[in-house]
């Protein structure tokens, strides 16, 4: 009998690939495994250098899973996603949240100055990570959907819709028709399904995600709008419904988070847009 591994295509040999591969398995893995795939992909760095005993003990599961989520991926070992996560880390500029980190342990201070400094630190990391992790093309390709989309819908709630409040701005601005999803009277799914193949979708949800959001999405994705999701993580549930996903991380252990990376991520999509319109016109 062959064997069934000998002509499989060997596991990605770069994070870029990993991330797609873990992405798409994610649906088909257990519960445990899953939470691994999470953890891998939203602390890469961590995941990266810690041992796999001190892993297993932060995701809350026995160290022969990650031995079994490697293999589920075709490695041999968990010591072979380390070596992938690590050469990303060789590639990258200084990791700046090391870097806060330690300038926090050094002030140890909790007055309005320090509180400031915390805070403008975070959002220069964010932004550090944003730049990593939004490829030009998926901005573009954003940019290329909503030119040609006759209306735009734009959807968020909570602590996101600031940033939903700012692309109904800038669009109206551009003069391309926008329709902001803002929830007044309980209407948001009735004005939802009013979006078709020819408009275009822009939902904005971050952890704990929304549920009508993330309802709305999946629902018109099933109708054949096309949808531009801006979220945390690859393993979002917006991501599973977005044709394009534009991904920014904040730090979890703060009990403020920052909307400075998003806001930066929307104005960057509103301006690739504008060059977008003014080469079609």
Not at 84 to 108: C, D, H, Q, W
Request: charged letters at 25%; a negative charge.
């Amino acid at each position: 009998m062959s064997n069934q591994n000998e002509h499989k295509e060997p596991p990605p040999g770069n994070y870029d690939d990993l991330k797609i591969l873990i992405t798409d398995n994610f649906p088909k893995l257990s519960g445990q495994l899953q939470r691994i795939a999470r953890y891998v992909l939203e602390n890469p760095n961590d995941s990266a250098l810690e041992t796999v005993s001190e892993i297993a003990r932060r995701v809350e599961v026995q160290p022969s899973s990650l031995v079994r989520f490697a293999k589920t991926l075709g490695y041999d070992g968990y010591s072979n996603v380390q070596q992938v996560l690590k050469s990303r880390l060789i590639s990258e500029i200084p990791n700046y949240r090391e870097r806060i980190r330690s300038l926090r342990n050094e002030r140890g201070s909790e007055d309005g100055a320090a509180i400031l400094d915390d805070f403008v630190d975070d959002g220069i990391a964010a932004l550090d990570q944003l730049r990593h992790k939004v490829p030009a093309s998926d901005l573009q390709a954003a940019a290329d959907i909503l030119s040609e989309a006759d209306d735009v819908y734009v959807l968020a709630q909570g602590r996101a819709f600031p940033v939903a409040h700012y692309f109904g701005y800038a669009l109206t601005g551009l003069e391309v028709s926008c329709q902001l999803l803002e929830g007044v009277g309980g209407l948001t799914p009735r004005r939802a399904r009013l979006a078709g193949v020819a408009d275009a979708l822009i939902a904005i949800s971050f952890r704990p995600y929304s549920d009508d959001v993330v309802g709305i999405v999946a629902e018109r994705k099933a109708a054949g709008v096309p949808v531009i999701a801006i979220t945390d993580s690859p393993l979002s549930p917006l991501a599973l419904s977005a044709d394009i996903i534009l991904e920014t991380a904040e730090d979890e252990g703060r009990a403020f988070r920052s909307l400075v990376a998003p806001m930066c991520l929307a104005q960057s999509l509103m301006v690739a847009l504008g060059h977008r319109l003014t080469e079609m016109r």
